[in-house]
């Protein structure tokens, strides 16, 4: 298990929730960039040419991959101290307190996408008209599948930082 340094005051669950959606990307990630490189994952020639990979296409498989997993590993920031107060080589946001509802409102926004995306996606790979082998859409479609689990794992992780950020935290008795 991918260790984690959460604040103290946050649940196993949400640990490995964060952790979760921080990983759904990666199998998704590694197929594409397997096309960028001109690996061989079951898709005929007409895919890769369409795709222009290896090639100019390679760039953007390879940064949509990068920028999947940097959204991706955003979803820690939801358990870890660094999504309650800025890092301090942040120029002008160092060390100051992350605001609750902007960060939750783009978490969810962020859980809303994932979540369509991934059922669209998942459900359009199902039924690709593809010119690929059978084990191709097989791998296709088990890459693919984690990106289910990223929206609701992010969403739940979402309403527990919110409720842990706005909670009335009790004085204590004197």
């Known amino acids: 298990m991918v260790k984690v340094h959460t604040l103290p005051h946050v649940p196993r669950w949400a640990r490995i929730a964060a952790v979760g959606a921080a990983l759904t990307n ?3 990630a590694l197929w594409r960039v397997a096309i960028a490189l001109g690996v061989p994952v079951g898709l005929a020639q007409s895919e890769y040419d369409q795709l222009d990979a ?3 296409g390679s760039l953007v498989l390879v940064g949509l991959s990068l920028v999947s997993e940097l959204f991706a590993f955003l979803t820690l920031g939801l358990v870890q101290s660094w999504g309650e107060t800025w890092p301090r080589w942040i120029p002008y946001l160092g060390g100051r307190r ?20 991934g059922a669209l996606f998942v459900h359009t790979s199902l039924n690709a008209d593809m010119a690929a082998t059978p084990w191709g859409l097989w791998l296709l479609n088990i890459t693919y599948a984690p990106l289910l689990l990223w929206g609701p794992l992010l969403g739940a ?18």
């Open 98 to 117: 992350v605001p609750v509802l902007p960060a939750t409102v783009v978490a969810g926004l962020g859980a809303l996408a994932t979540t369509v995306f």
């Open 26 to 28: 990666v199998p998704s």
């Open 54 to 56: 290896p090639g100019w």
């Open 157 to 174: 992780v979402t309403v527990h930082y919110y409720r842990r950020r706005t909670a009335v935290v009790p004085a204590p008795a004197r």
